[in-house]
């Protein structure tokens, strides 16, 4: 049997106890016989629920797409090596007269490179870069073999237009970020929805229960009737209608315990699986016990409930996150109108060092006169026969030719790969540097044009979705504080009637006691006192989910059941 209003603070402690109590394991549920409370479900619920572990992804994604978006930042290093072989015909009197041989020049060059380049928020790009080349030429213009080249050039571009502030990367992050708060609040609003689902399948569970207690004491109270009826019959003070009856209500009493039993059956497992994985056989093998549906008042004010969902609500917060992002999406789309204007400005450093060739060629004519041993003929541009008529090699050119020290050249940048960086790095090298402006504007741009007004229209759009969000917000509350406030005065009526209803079965039990009555009349008050039980377990099962529904619909029902959306958003975390 219920228990009275009396007993409510029992209840209600004993709920309390339960909670500070230790925390259950699926372990000490399923194969057990266990008796748990509503706020031992939700845990185990928040914990195990599978719908629940499903949307735990949806914040962690959201994070992870922040991260990505953000990675549009992280600088580039880059490396490259290149060896090449170049063999370039030649048919020049300039190479031949500084003493290229042959019909061609070879070049063999190592290149190393290596550098850093990127992209900053609001939009400048940059890039810094090293390289070094080591070159061995057959040329006659090149005075070093081998030439070492060393450059570093550091450029930034800086958008003053078009991707000022407003650049592909910047936007993204700022998007992503946005829907990472959306994601935020989706997740908050389903964690409502899977607390209310628990809280839910426990109270139709007690109810179950409680109803299936009611009828097993009507299905006694209806044989010690029959008992009561074959006894008189035998005495031979009713008739046999009178045992038929009593029988029929028996069989009525089984009728209504075995469908109150299966209901047990249908609502335990629909909480075990809100609130746990069980296996096939979990379910046969588990006996989840609950507490009585007991009443609590729970005084409610509608506008101090529509402030609270206004404040509160995740759906509300996350039409406004999506109004704040159609915002963005409209001023992105409108700096993409603009003409793009970038300025620019590069730095570059370039050192230079190799060993000279033994006597250059440019001083092969220090008098303006061809030498007339071994030179070149300045009609055929070809090298003349020495005096035993052999023609030498480029080799033999550069050692045979007789040129006074004091007009040799000498570069003085070095021999060594290090001499080159040096040169630069101590301020001794060649510097360079450039600024550069771009202006582009594609004519008629209607691109840019369409992709703004279709923004200006999504804007539009997510403002009339929050206006109607908050209609709606409006109504949920309105609807659950009336919903709330009905099932209190149906608990208060129904344990009126029921009171009413033991009462007057007492009374006709007192009057079959004393002979004024009959079985057949105890039965039918026996049965309005277990329609009258019935009616109580509904308003009270259907009081508890009432106050679930209000704490939903106000946006406080995590909350007031002490529950970290951080914590939980986390728990989904752990395993990345």
């Known amino acids: 049997m219920i228990r009275t209003r009396g007993m409510t603070l029992v209840c209600a402690a004993a709920i309390a106890r339960a909670a500070a109590g230790q925390e259950l394991q699926p372990g000490d549920v399923l194969g057990h016989d266990v008796e748990i409370t509503v706020q031992q479900a939700v845990a185990l619920g928040l914990e195990n629920n599978l719908n ?76 810094s870069g090293y390289t070094l080349q080591d070159l061995s030429s057959t040329s006659g213009l090149i005075s070093l073999k081998p030439q070492y080249t060393a450059n570093w050039t550091t450029g930034l571009t800086i958008p003053l237009l078009r991707d000022l502030y407003w650049d592909t990367p910047d936007y993204l992050v700022r998007r992503s970020k946005l829907d990472q708060e959306i994601s935020d609040e989706v997740f908050r609003s389903q964690l409502e929805d899977g607390v209310t689902l628990v809280e839910t399948a426990y109270w139709d569970l007690s109810a179950s229960r409680a109803l299936e207690v009611a009828t097993q004491q009507a ?73 009585d549906p007991s009443f609590t008042d729970y005084p409610v004010d509608v506008n101090a409930a529509v402030e609270k969902a206004r404040a509160n609500r995740p759906e509300l917060v996350s039409a406004e996150k999506q109004v704040e992002q159609a915002e963005m999406a409209e001023k992105w789309s409108w700096n993409q109108k603009l003409p793009a204007l970038d300025v620019g400005a590069s730095y570059t450093m370039e050192g230079l060092s190799g060993s000279q060739k033994t006597k250059p060629g440019v001083v092969l004519f220090p008098n303006g006169q061809p030498q007339p041993s071994l030179g070149i003929n300045p009609v055929t541009s070809t090298l003349n026969p020495g005096p035993d008529g052999i023609i030498g090699t480029a080799d033999d050119f ?18 060594t790969p290090a001499a080159a960086n040096s040169s630069f790095l101590d301020g001794h090298g060649f510097h360079s540097w450039a600024f550069t402006a771009t202006f582009n504007y594609p004519i008629g741009n209607d691109t840019a044009d369409s992709r703004y007004v279709q923004r200006k229209i ?119």
Do not use: C, W
């Open 219 to 291: 299905l006694d109270t209806a044989h010690e009737l029959l008992d009561q009826t074959n006894v008189q019959y035998q005495v031979g003070t009713v008739s046999k209608v009178l045992v038929t009856q009593a029988e029929a209500t028996v069989a009525q009493r089984e009728s209504d315990h075995i469908i109150a039993l299966n209901s047990v059956r249908r609502s335990q497992d629909t909480l075990l699986t809100a609130m746990l994985v069980p296996d096939i056989n979990d379910y046969s093998n588990t006996n989840v016990r609950t507490l």
């Open 398 to 415: 550069y050692e045979n030719i007789n040129v006074p020290a004091a007009v040799q050249p000498n570069f003085g940048f070095g021999r």
């Open 52 to 127: 629940l572990q499903i949307i735990r992804n949806d914040p962690a994604t959201a994070r992870e797409r922040v991260r990505e978006a953000q990675g549009a930042f992280n600088p580039n290093a880059s490396g490259n090596y290149l060896q090449n072989h170049v063999e370039t015909p030649i048919a020049s009197n300039l190479q031949a007269f500084f003493g290229t041989v042959g019909d061609r020049t070879e070049d063999n060059s190592k290149t190393y490179g290596a550098g850093l380049n990127g992209i900053l928020p609001y939009g400048p790009i940059y890039s």
């Open 458 to 576: 999504d804007l539009r759009r997510a403002k009339t979705a929050l206006a109607r969000e908050n209609q709606n917000v409006v109504l949920d509350v309105r609807s659950a504080v009336r919903e709330l406030q009905s099932s209190s005065d149906a608990v208060k009526a129904a344990e009126r009637a029921r009171i009413a209803s033991a009462e007057t079965l007492h009374a006709e039990q007192e009057r079959l006691r004393l002979g004024d009555s009959t079985p057949h009349n105890v039965s039918l008050f026996q049965d309005d006192f277990l329609q009258a039980q019935g009616r109580e377990i509904t308003a009270l099962r259907n009081y508890r989910v009432a106050i679930s529904a209000l704490e939903r619909a106000q946006g406080t029902l995590l909350e007031a059941r002490g529950i970290s959306v951080e914590e939980e958003r986390e728990r989904g975390m752990e395993q990345y």
